[in-house]
């Protein structure tokens, strides 16, 4: 099952992120990524930009003991594919963000309640865009087109 989908950061770009971090708190995120949409429906889904490269701004940080993240920028091309909207008030894009670590049972979903303050200059990092997969005995990225199947009232 495709859980959600965005741009996903590795290798050295994890490690810039948590080079920026003012505090390490003791869970460090073990995806570091940019949700667009959290269970996105069948036309929510963006097989045409999945596994594209894409460069982003980190703009600002925030820290409240509970979270720690950066706000992003993406690129204009980008903006049509974030459609994150706030549970709270669904007209309103939460602010595009990422999650570095966690205080012990947090939430990175509350990352997007940080008050972000500005970096003294944009930093730019590239991720991928991709889905995260859930399955029953498997976790994982993927930058592959999804296709899910319905086999006798089961999805693969």
């Known amino acids: 099952m495709l859980s959600y989908e965005g741009i996903f950061f590795e290798g050295a770009e994890v490690e810039l992120i948590h080079s920026l971090e003012k505090v390490t708190l003791p869970v460090i995120n073990d995806e570091i990524h940019c949700t667009f949409k959290y269970h996105p429906d069948d036309c929510e889904i963006f097989n045409d930009i999945v596994g594209k490269e894409v460069e982003v701004l980190l703009v600002g940080y925030g820290f409240d003991g509970e979270n720690s993240g950066f706000a992003i920028q993406l690129p204009k091309e980008m903006m049509p594919y974030y459609i994150n909207y706030d549970e709270a008030n669904p007209e309103q894009l939460k602010i595009p963000h990422i999650t570095a670590s966690l205080a012990v049972g947090a939430k990175a979903s509350n990352t997007k309640n940080l008050h972000f303050e500005p970096l003294s200059k944009p930093i730019p ?18 930058y592959d087109v999804y296709d899910k199947i319905e086999i006798g009232g089961n999805t693969r």
Do not use: A
């Open 125 to 142: 990092i590239t991720g991928k865009f991709g889905y995260w997969i859930k399955e029953t005995d498997n976790e994982h990225i993927s």
